[in-house]
């Protein structure tokens, strides 16, 4: 690891108890998510109702600078309030998880920058997609954008949009990979998420039409990957200097944390009067067989929080300790990010199989979680089989790069 500044890893005193109530608020929150959930997927997009009461708890200000108003409250947290918000609701918790990283990317962006955002609006939310599927052209201090970003989640609730673009020199030729910070009000969204889960996510199109971004409100990917941030608080803002690829893909499993966490209770609820079909059983835990799936299941979904608890101490202990993590450790992250998700869709997958064909009842919540993970599971970021490459290349010193995300 490289190293940088030193500073103390474990948290304040009140800074744990900050964090904690952050999470008891997510968690008071659930009747309400589980009361608008079907709601949530007719109209797909999250109930403003529900949104002003995310708002209220503060929960969309857990990556936000303190400087701001905000938590600034680290990974681990991010996991926590993310996952207890998805044991209420998959797409709330998506926006809940999708705006808060791009809070703290907005975190690493030059101090003017992030005036801009959170200067401006403490309650400002940022949606994003890193793919620069834009173009660019220069002009005196700045960029004009023209691009489509999809799969923007948080679109419909978000007041500012990080996003990817090609930045080009005055020749017209491309010279750096960036991400750029736009207002909404400045863009279109063209309503295109129309999937089988997450389906309140709003993760639809943003569309820029020739508009101006300033020269401060410019990062560069390669750098940032590398832990080059342009923010100049680092030195007294750990978090944001978090390792940038690693944490961008293991705040994706927070949300599949609880998933599998809701699944597995109401599963368990139900088995002590739910007879299993064609059988002597008048009650699904007299089964040993059953006894047996929800025990496995319930070690799949352990096993997936200490894999994303590793992995979060690994960006935390770092951060904390001023060094960059070095490329193995990188990489590793990707992988428990990639086994977790895994061993949560793997796991539900099972619990479907043991609670039976009512499992897919549309007054079931059980299709519906089922729906929202395997969806988010697919994103591609966190593909199992990508990360676990990555992992293994790093471990045998193999040069060959299969992305530039790690």
Not at 2 to 29: C, F, G, K, N, W
Not at 132 to 147: A, E, F, L, M, N
Not at 231 to 239: I, V, Y
Not at 307 to 326: F, L, N, S
């Amino acid at each position: 690891m490289t190293a940088m500044a030193s500073t103390q890893l474990i948290p304040a005193p009140q800074d744990a108890a900050e964090r904690a109530a952050l999470v008891a608020r997510a968690a008071e929150l659930q009747p309400l998510l589980r009361e608008h959930a079907a709601r949530t997927e007719a109209d797909r997009r999250v109930p403003q109702e529900v949104i002003d009461a995310i708002t209220e708890a503060g929960l969309f200000k857990t990556a936000v600078p303190k400087r701001y108003g905000g938590y600034e409250a680290g990974i681990r947290t991010m996991l926590d309030v993310s996952s207890t918000v998805a044991e209420g609701d998959g797409s709330a918790a998506w926006v809940v998880t999708l705006t808060n990283i791009c809070a703290w990317l907005t975190g690493l962006f030059p101090q003017q920058a992030q005036d801009d955002v959170f200067g401006a609006d403490p309650d400002a939310r940022v949606s994003g997609v890193l793919a620069p599927t834009s173009t660019t052209r220069k002009v005196d201090g700045g960029w004009r954008v023209t691009g489509r970003w999809y799969y923007n989640s948080g679109s419909l609730h978000a007041t500012w949009a990080v996003l990817g673009v090609p930045l080009t020199d005055e020749a017209g030729e491309t010279i750096d990979q960036s991400l750029v910070l736009i207002p909404v009000s400045e863009m279109t969204i063209e309503d295109t998420w129309f999937v089988a889960g997450m389906k309140g996510s709003g993760s639809n199109c943003l569309i820029a039409d020739d508009v101006f971004v300033p020269e401060h409100r410019v990062m560069s990917v390669p750098a940032a990957i590398e832990g080059d941030y342009p923010s100049e608080n680092q030195d007294d803002e750990p978090f944001y200097r978090s390792a940038f690829v690693p944490i961008l893909a293991l705040v994706l499993a927070g949300p599949q944390l609880g998933l599998g966490r809701a699944a597995l209770e109401i599963v368990r609820a139900k088995a002590g009067a739910k007879p299993i079909s064609y059988t002597f059983f008048d009650a699904q835990v007299e089964s040993v067989t059953f006894q047996n799936q929800i025990a496995q299941a319930a070690m799949m979904i352990d096993t997936a929080h200490l894999h994303a608890y590793r992995a979060a101490d690994d960006i935390e202990r770092a951060a904390a300790q001023g060094t960059y993590p070095d490329t193995l450790t990188r990489a590793r992250v990707r992988a428990d990010t990639g086994r977790a998700i895994e061993h949560v869709t793997q796991a539900i997958d099972a619990l479907l199989f043991a609670h039976g064909a009512a499992s897919f009842a549309d007054v079931n919540p059980l299709q519906r979680i089922w729906r929202d993970s395997a969806v988010a599971a697919r994103h591609a970021v966190t593909l199992p089989a990508v990360s676990y490459e990555v992992y293994g290349k790093a471990l045998l010193n193999v040069d060959e790069k299969i992305t530039p995300l790690v």
